[in-house]
């Protein structure tokens, strides 16, 4: 996938965010994300509570432009291990806060935990797809629930009624900072093959999911956000091309297909 682009959906810096369309930066599969890191919202969605959601987390960084810190967003899967995009864990450990339990970021209350160490897939950037990592709680979450994976490389059949969440970018839609969830369908592989044909969109290893003519999407500062399907980690918020534009659904890390390698970080 060298030399083809993708329009990663994590929170820019001040400058790259005046260049950027719509707010994604364009970066090199193999590249690491623009200084600042990456920014993705809901559009098109509706306020959610972390209350029905605890195992979504907010991933904040020392290092992101937005007052509240927001960066990304990840899943707890156990109680000190949270799973986001590969392209959200190019900082260092310490410079990274999980923020469980907050509707509004810009409010106090929740749980928060420090980084200590992360994984990310080590092929993400060499080849499509691989935009996944997972990163070890300093302080566990305990009596949180969390999120299964999803094991069957078959649950992306086209129209499953998948939801994504996070505390990204609005575009005007809603509120900033603030928890919300949209229902977005899976459109099946043919549909992004055909979207993303330039962008290298990998059918092995990605869920494209949305809306054919736009208007509900994830999108900056969504990235590494969960999108949940039978109450399971379905997906991982990765890229696309602007938010909620006809014709360009959101584009998701599979998790079935990286389901071993992430269990095995979880479990270690």
Not at 33 to 47: S, Y
Request: aromatic fraction near 6%; charged fraction near 15%.
């Amino acid at each position: 996938m060298t030399g083809k682009f993708q329009l990663v959906r994590a929170v820019l810096a001040a400058g790259a965010l005046a260049t950027a369309s719509l707010g994604a930066v364009a970066v090199t599969a193999s590249a690491a994300p623009a200084p600042g890191g990456p920014q993705t919202r809901i559009v098109g969605g509706e306020l959610a509570k972390t209350a029905d959601a605890p195992w979504a987390i907010a991933l904040n960084n020392s290092n992101s432009p937005v007052p509240s810190g927001q960066y990304c967003g990840a899943t707890l899967v156990a109680p000190t291990k949270i799973v986001t995009a590969a392209h959200c864990a190019t900082e260092a450990a310490g410079t990274y806060t999980a923020v469980q339990g907050r509707d509004k970021l810009s409010d106090s209350g929740g749980q928060t935990s420090k980084i200590t160490s992360i994984w990310a897939d080590p092929d993400y950037g060499k080849e499509g797809g691989h935009d996944v990592a997972v990163m070890t709680l300093a302080t566990p979450f305990e009596g949180v629930e969390t999120l299964a994976l999803e094991t069957d490389t078959a649950a992306d059949a086209e129209g499953a009624q998948s939801t994504v969440y996070g505390w990204g970018s609005t575009e005007g839609t809603g509120p900033a900072d603030t928890f919300q969830k949209v229902l977005v369908p899976v459109l099946g592989d043919a549909f992004c093959e055909s979207a993303y044909a330039s962008e290298g969109f990998t059918a092995n290893g990605e869920i494209c999911a949305g809306y054919e003519d736009g208007g509900k999407d994830s999108c900056q500062g969504d990235s590494g956000g969960p999108l949940v399907l039978n109450g399971r980690l379905f997906g991982v918020v990765s890229w696309g091309v602007g938010c909620a534009d006809a014709g360009n659904p959101g584009v998701y890390a599979e998790v079935a297909t990286y389901a071993a390698q992430l269990q095995a970080q979880i479990d270690s």
